[in-house]
């Protein structure tokens, strides 16, 4: 279960994204980089990140602490922009956030080039969850502490804007698609141990496990989507969409290869 806070001050916007999301205090004394419902894509934005961003933690990989954030309407009371009171104003309630790294370096390839285990593992994880978010342009990993950091997952999941139906053939045949961002993933020419990675956390990835981070979701982030008779229905439906994603053969986790010599080629 993930830790609920409640932000006690709006520090700053984050401007680099369309989403504005701004670092907050919370009463836990914490610092955090906080997402907002009312921003962008909304609550799905929330849920892939969420989602994807405790997969990452499950496999090992360095994610942020990722809690909710209860938004009372009076956080942003000094904040002098309109666009972020509107943006508070439509956020009440439960919302998302990450541990913010104070200090932390955007990555840079050419200086700290990540191991072939590493960035197999990445790439992996990143085919798994479809983030299409980790660009030369705009990486989504920082380095802090020495460790490499991943970030910005919100771009997740990106079929869940369209459900293509709760189970059966049409989520299955969805489940199925390879990654085709694959070609343009930052760690790609260094992701040199792709099989090493798909038999190494495949098996993590249990039913269970599954039902686990999808129970941590937020009822009121999944009420009322259209297709769908309660929020325990659409957990369901994402543990089957990536339950039929981890089944093998895995066809999309083959194909990682093949784009990693093509790049090479």
């Not at 419902?37 to 994807?52: F, N, P, S, T, Y």
């Not at 997969?55 to 009371?77: F, K, N, Q, Y």
Request: zero cysteines; proline letters at 8%; a negative charge.
């Amino acid at each position: 279960m993930l830790r609920t806070v409640i932000a006690t001050r709006y520090v700053t916007p984050l401007r680099e994204g369309g989403s504005l999301p701004a670092i907050v205090e919370a009463d836990d004394l914490g610092t955090y980089v906080l997402k907002f419902r009312g921003a962008g894509q909304g609550r799905k934005a929330l849920i892939a990140e969420l989602i994807a961003g405790g997969i990452g933690r499950v496999l090992g990989l360095a994610v942020p602490e990722i809690v909710l954030v209860d938004v009372h309407p009076d956080l942003g009371r000094a904040e002098p922009d309109p666009e972020i009171q509107d943006l508070l104003r439509a956020s009440r309630g439960l919302n998302l956030a990450l541990d913010y790294l104070p200090g932390s370096l955007g990555f840079d390839p050419l200086v700290g080039p990540p191991d072939g285990g590493l960035a197999s593992r990445i790439l992996w994880f990143d085919a798994l969850v479809q983030n299409v978010d980790r660009t030369p342009r705009n990486t989504n990993l920082l380095v802090w502490h020495g460790r490499l950091w991943l970030i910005d997952h919100g771009a997740s999941l990106y079929f869940h804007h369209n459900w293509p139906g709760r189970d059966g053939p049409a989520l299955e045949a969805v489940a199925q698609r390879p990654f085709a961002a694959a070609r343009d993933h930052v760690l790609l020419p260094f992701a040199d141990k792709i099989p090493e990675a798909d038999a190494d956390l495949a098996p993590r990835l249990t039913a269970e496990v599954l039902g686990e981070i999808m129970g941590s979701i937020p009822d009121e982030w999944l009420a009322s989507e259209p297709g769908f008779g309660d929020p325990e229905g659409v957990r369901d439906a994402y543990v089957s969409y990536l339950a039929s994603r981890l089944r093998e053969p895995r066809v999309w986790a083959h194909a990682l290869e093949e784009a990693g010599r093509e790049w090479l080629a």
